[in-house]
């Protein structure tokens, strides 16, 4: 029996590591706002405080404390919608939009972190309660590697190949290969495309793959994690250089292009790759039926 | 922006020939030749914060997305 103040010590530490880790562990551009780094970790910390009480609440035993749990789900919801809102109001003022679907996965995210979190605090010091404080550390590490793990996801180099594509005209209109991308026409917008635009052609691995880049949530997410990185020369009210994503209809790959501020393929490439596939967007055909039967 | 499936509008018309258009919702610009034509579409388009599409019949619009 242990004593109950290393108990619930040992599940905040959890916890709280647990949300720091995934909080630095967060890709681009968000949240690189000081006080959303704060706001997240003091979520986490009450997150993990919630998870730690659990355990001595069981063994005093106060049955009744742990319906506080379900008070706690409630109230870490209320994170998605706060991330879906400020995202959501952030959309108004930027160039390139992130979408509704990166902004739904990103929020589902950081609610789900927190669970996380939860459940790393509560089985940390259910190690501690039962089996005393070096179980609950080595529980407590297998947990944060675990919640690193579970939160990776898949990314777009996963699920397709990359490889530069051309860029060309075919009359006015812009093509990667054999893609149209656009109608073009200013002469002095086509010239700047041709010297300074850059063409990626990305090839599915299979049906699945295909329909996933096929959503215009993911293909917004693609582009707006390049431009966030490498940026665009889209300005306000100059919107002809956007940067687009279109497929070949019949051939099921896609063809991006952009006029970057610095026009380097192999970073473009290594942008995309890194973009992570939305659950959203996410398609599994291959798993029903009707999919696999189709795709042969 | 990337889904310029609905509410794209043609905000001006840049022709030379006056036959290839007629009068309907948005202002037709005439101009005297490839270089004023030219001139025409750039200034519109960023005057309306709207791109200039080629018809490749001497036509030029000029469309906000």
């Known amino acids: 029996m242990q004593d109950y103040g290393v108990v619930i010590l040992i599940g905040v530490l959890t916890g709280f590591v647990d949300r720091w880790v995934m909080l ?18 003091t979520m986490g910390f009450i997150a993990a405080g919630l998870g730690a009480v659990a355990v001595p609440a069981l063994a005093k035993p106060d049955y009744v404390a742990i319906t506080f749990l379900a008070l706690a789900a409630q109230h870490f919801r209320e994170i998605r919608n706060m991330e879906r809102e400020s995202l959501g109001k952030l959309e108004e003022t ?4 992130r979408g509704t679907d990166y902004i739904e996965g990103i929020a589902k995210v950081f609610e789900a972190r927190n669970y996380l979190v939860i459940l790393a605090a509560l089985l940390s010091s259910g190690a501690t309660q039962i089996w005393g404080w070096p179980y609950g550390i080595a529980v407590a590490l297998v ?15 996963d699920i397709a190949d990359f490889k530069q594509g051309k860029l060309h005209f075919s009359g006015s209109l812009l093509m990667v290969e054999d893609v149209v991308i656009m109608n073009v026409g200013l002469p002095a917008t086509r010239e700047k495309i041709l010297a300074e635009g850059l063409g990626i052609i990305i090839h599915p691995h299979d049906d699945n793959a295909r329909l996933t880049i096929d959503s215009p949530g993911q ?3 693609m582009i707006h994690d390049v431009v966030s990185i490498l940026g665009s020369k889209v300005d306000i009210s100059e919107p002809e250089l956007m940067p687009m994503a279109r497929k070949h209809v019949d051939k099921g790959y896609l063809a991006f292009f952009i006029v970057a501020n610095e026009p380097d393929i192999e970073s473009v490439i290594a942008v995309i790759k890194r973009v992570p596939v939305l659950e959203t967007s996410q398609a599994t055909v291959l798993s029903s039926l009707a999919g696999r039967k189709a795709a042969d | 922006m990337d889904n310029n499936i609905d509410n794209d509008t043609i905000v001006a018309v840049v022709a030379m020939d006056e036959e290839k258009v007629s009068s309907g919702d948005s202002p037709v610009f005439l101009a005297k030749n490839a270089e004023e034509q030219e001139r ?15 018809l490749e019949n001497g036509v030029y619009i000029i469309v906000k997305h």
């Open chain 1, 24 to 41: 630095r562990n967060d890709y681009r551009n968000y949240p690189t706002y000081p006080h959303g780094h704060l706001t997240h970790l």
């Open chain 1, 94 to 97: 930027k160039i390139i939009k």
């Open chain 1, 143 to 157: 947990c944060i590697l675990l919640s690193l793990k579970l939160m990776a996801g898949a990314k777009m180099g």
């Open chain 1, 219 to 221: 293909r917004m997410a």
């Open chain 2, 40 to 54: 025409l579409c750039l200034l519109l388009s960023r005057i309306m914060g709207g791109v200039a599409h080629d």
